[in-house]
């Protein structure tokens, strides 16, 4: 199938124990790229790096029903307090209870930094630090999921990261016809597309985390032709 659709993001912050892939499959929804591994509380002055508590229930409900998963870690560009290395091997450590998923890894760079705490010139050397770590273990590239605005200012503005295009990209760009691709992609070197943040989650068979609450709005993307494991 080309250009199938799928989930463009799920976490604990819009899954729980009553998530339903499969209706999610029956609604047409060929993969979705869930979350294994984020930052959290800190502790003696660090961030702590932990599983996302919804991936090893998402990832089995997901092969459940057919559909295929990209894993993704939340990277956290802190990197005077939040070493890459770290960051990778605790990734490495969530997926490998349940595999990565058909469609592989993903490092998820989007949001920046709080003003006046951190600079984050030069983030990508510690990108790059992550993703080789993945890659060395995986065996397989990981891809990249950002937006204009992070890769322009952080990615490929003043330093240019001439590595960036071996790696494929998922690219945020909400409510357009076609996405905004950021350089060195652009314009058409994308492979998925997360083009709105605002899918009715209840039709999709995400529900409220509490009976009686509304239910979340999901993020819905589309890949940039068929999925790598299809060939028509």
Known sequence: MRNPIGIGDASNNDTNQNTDWSLAAKRNIKFGIIRASTTGNWVAGKPQII????????AQKMADAGVKRMSY???DPRFKVCNPID?????LDVVSKVGVGELGPMIDLEDAPAAGIYHFAGVGTYVKMWLDAVELVLKVKPRIYTNLNYASQYLFGNVKE???TDYGLVVASWGSNAPYVPPPWAP???DCWQYTAAAPGAYYGFPAAIPGKAAPNICLSVWNGPLPSETS
């Not at 599983?51 to 998402?58: A, T, V």
């Open 51 to 58: 599983e996302d508590p919804m991936f090893q229930s998402n």
């Open 73 to 75: 870690h939340w990277f």
């Open 87 to 91: 960051q990778a091997q605790k990734f």
């Open 162 to 164: 001439p590595w960036l």
């Open 188 to 190: 058409t070197a994308w």
